[in-house]
């Protein structure tokens, strides 16, 4: 039976609002609210031996990379539009950063917001006090103020980093993470970054702005709140996940003037100049607030050849969904002429992210194009199996979560199990466990859920679960995901749609010893 949403315990819903904002979590004393499941055991905190000693036993290249990382206010050039937001180093997207699996970084951030801030290195297994979750894993960084970050990446793999304070992910503070493999088995020709982004900061309402409203509002579809619809009469079978909507009827809340590929707006598309008959492995990074895309390249198949970093059997495609947080890498065969290079928002009627792919003179194609390959053959998770070096050693859970996601107050709350976080009841766990959380959508919407400091399997796929850190879950769908329990510390779980998250989805994953 489906959990029913209660309010949030404890806590008013000004002191809820604040904690959202800010991004915190309530952490007092060493221990949490909520019951406790091991007796006698305390929270193995950031700052533990067991974390120090888990980063001494990655493999190191012996190799540091070391970078200087400034946020700050900027005023950004998007096709002729002078817009204000907040970037990493003057430019949206923020400059690259390349390593090798373990190598050492070294990262000094300065912060010359006008507010505190901090950043999260999305999908890498590191140490639990570089994770950048303020209140949880480190202090929130000072305007003002500067912070060191100082881990091993363990893993190679298409990875991005932006911050973990409110909404400042739905600003301009983002970059791609790309980490190496010292053994890379794959053959291709050139490497193409992509990042794509919904934009409203400094061209519509800010991000501040909206989370306000709809905390205020609830949900809000084509300009109007849920207190004044009547869905136009559609029914909970219409609304539901299906070939034509794969995501369901309901995929985002926000309505973005722009969407970008590589901080580039249709007008002024970025460019992938090249030759006929190279191969190109594109890296695909949806690093969107509120929206999930439909990606393809016109005129060309998709070979996919990874799922959030980790490697999985290639599978041909025309076209893939993109969730917020999540990330693909394919390989495209380059063909004679000017091609589209297509984000389309799934669900939502808005002009899709452009670029261009050049191999050849001649016409490019209207900014607007519509290849054919997006209503082609549609990538489904079903599809795809991890390679047999990524796949998660067979094991039967030792301990079971169900995590209910629920819409409370028309969608002015979010919960997870019933309470908002801040409110939560930490998952507590100890290392060396096999963990199964089903994630249970008890909602119409699809939930990007993204857990930290792990990888996990999708379970159910005999044995070869796709490796992933972000995944999405329909509504009303159950879906279990299997990972192993070994980096200790206090990680968040929690959906990616960034408005969900602040409006109190999510939770911890809490190591206890």
């Not at 002729?80 to 003057?90: L, S």
């Not at 969904?321 to 589209?340: C, H, K, L, N, S």
């Amino acid at each position: 039976m489906p959990s029913t949403p209660v309010p949030a315990r404890n806590m008013n819903r000004r002191r809820f609002l604040q904690l959202g904002a800010a991004g915190l979590v309530v952490v007092g004393g060493g221990g949490f609210a909520g019951s406790r499941l091991f007796a006698g055991t305390t929270p193995v905190g950031p700052g533990a031996a067991a974390v120090t000693q888990t980063e001494s036993a990655r493999h190191v290249t012996g190799k540091v990379v070391r970078r200087e990382l400034r946020a700050a206010p900027v005023t950004v050039d998007l096709a002729g539009r002078a817009v204000q937001t907040w970037a990493y180093d003057g430019v949206v997207p923020g400059k690259e950063l390349r390593a090798t699996a373990g190598d050492l970084l070294r990262i000094r951030l300065t912060n010359d917001l006008p507010e505190e801030t901090t950043v999260h290195w999305h999908g890498l297994a590191l140490r639990n006090d570089m994770d950048g979750v303020p209140g949880l894993t480190q202090d929130p960084v000072r305007a003002g103020a500067s912070f060191d970050y100082a881990f091993v990446v363990p893993d190679p793999g298409t990875y991005w980093f932006h911050p973990h304070v409110g909404v400042q992910l739905d600003r301009g503070l983002q970059a791609p993470l790309i980490v190496e493999d010292p053994r890379e088995p794959m053959s291709y020709d050139e490497e193409v970054v992509l990042m794509l982004d919904d934009w409203t900061d400094g061209w519509g309402d800010s991000p501040d702005v909206i989370l306000e409203r709809m905390a205020r509002k609830g949900m809000v579809m084509g300009g109007m709140s849920m207190e004044g619809m009547d869905h136009g009469g559609m029914s909970m079978g219409d609304s539901m996940p299906s070939d034509e909507q794969p995501l369901g009827a309901d995929t985002g809340d926000v309505v973005y003037p722009a969407h970008l590929i590589n901080g580039r707006t249709s007008e002024d598309p970025f460019l992938i100049n090249t030759t006929p008959g190279r191969r190109i492995r594109l890296r695909i990074i949806n690093a969107g607030g509120d929206t999930a895309y439909r990606f393809a390249v016109g005129g060309h198949r998709l070979s996919v050849t990874h799922t959030d970093g980790f490697p999985v059997d290639p599978v041909e495609v025309d076209t893939l969904i993109v969730g917020m947080g999540e990330r693909y890498d394919v390989v495209i065969t380059t063909g004679d002429g000017a091609f589209p290079v297509v984000a389309v928002p799934e669900g939502k009627e808005a002009a899709p992210g452009f670029a261009l792919l050049r191999t050849a003179s001649g016409a490019a194609p209207a900014p607007d194009a519509r290849p054919a390959e997006l209503a082609g053959q549609l990538l489904s998770y079903a599809d795809l199996r991890a390679v047999e070096s990524a796949a998660l050693e067979p094991r039967e859970p030792d301990r079971e979560f169900e995590l209910g996601l629920q819409m409370v107050d028309g969608g002015r709350q979010w919960f997870i199990n019933g309470a908002a976080f801040g409110d939560h009841e930490p998952l507590e766990i100890q290392s060396g466990e096999r963990i199964r959380l089903v994630m249970r959508n008890e909602s119409m919407m699809f939930h990007p859920m993204h857990v930290h400091g792990h990888t996990f399997a999708l379970a159910g796929q005999n044995g070869r679960g796709i490796r992933k850190d972000t995944i999405n879950v329909l509504p009303m769908e159950s879906l279990s995901v299997d990972l192993q329990a070994d980096n200790p510390g206090q990680w968040l779980i929690h959906c990616h749609n960034i408005y969900h998250g602040e409006l109190g989805m999510m939770t911890v994953l809490s190591y206890v010893a």
